[in-house]
């Protein structure tokens, strides 16, 4: 169970974090870029005309622009834990007749009344979820019968090589978890979503260094917050220790920094609903598989 008192630490630090990221945010999110255009492109083959859309852990608002190009008339409503990313958001609005709303709110608390949009999106924040199950059947709530969650996120694959040369260093975690997309698709299932269709991509960044990596994680907001995690500064020969573990990894080209994307899409059909959230239960990858395999026969 978690505590209280840590969950509000965890969450005033993910504030923390993106309101110092929020003014250099977007010179540095490439890969934030690059995962919105693949998201947009799969909204793209959907042929859908949402009139309400959530965007969820909206950031600086690019997946929102994005949209509002391809949907002039749809109702975008931003929501973000971070007050200076929104206000990035905010300011970066082209359109200011665009009927737009912003609200800064926590993703595993959503305030909006049941059946409230057509189409939920998500660009790289489920992944500093504490509760998925939690997120996703606020998601199943607010989506209209017949509506899309759209998605990405990271999976296990992420920031190996950093996890690999910290382990070198020492025992415990610098390098947040990760959710692998069968256990994600288990969530959205017992959700009430139905019919969830998830694939990876591998994206593999290169740097001259490791102490560069790091301060583009840093500009990024990506910080270590695991509850186990060294709560006091990294020392000097640790991080040269960091460094040489890291150098082990060295290609031609530079030191690599790999992302596992996650893609996935969910609809609410209308004929679940909601595992409660207070139970747990076990969902087989076999039966993930023949929800899968359903969905493509369609």
Known sequence: MINPDEEKFYKNQLVHNFNLAAPEYDQYAVLQKHTAEELIDRVDIMNIQPKTV?????????????????????????????????????????????????????????????????????????????????????????????????????????????????????????????VDMHILGDALIAAGLSDPVMETDSVIMKFESAREIMKHLKNLGVHNINRNRRHTLTGKGRMVALIEAYETWREHNGLPCSYEVVYGHAWKTGLHEPTPAKQEHTFSLDALKQSLARFSRK
């Open 54 to 178: 959530l965007d969820l852990g909206s950031g600086t608002g690019r997946v929102s622009r994005q949209l509002s190009e391809k949907f002039a008339k749809t109702k975008i409503v931003q929501v973000d834990i971070s007050p200076c990313m929104l206000k990035k958001a905010r300011d970066l609005q082209k359109n200011k007749n665009q009927t737009w709303s912003y609200l800064c709110a926590d993703a595993e608390c959503l305030p909006f009344a049941k059946n409230s949009f057509d189409m939920v999106v998500s660009n790289l924040m489920l992944q500093w979820a504490e509760d998925l199950q939690k997120i996703f059947i606020d998601v199943f709530a607010v989506l209209k019968p017949g509506g899309v969650f759209v998605f990405t996120t990271l999976g296990p694959s992420t920031l190996m090589e950093l996890r690999d040369a910290w382990a070198s260093v020492d025992n415990l975690k610098h390098v947040n978890d990760f």
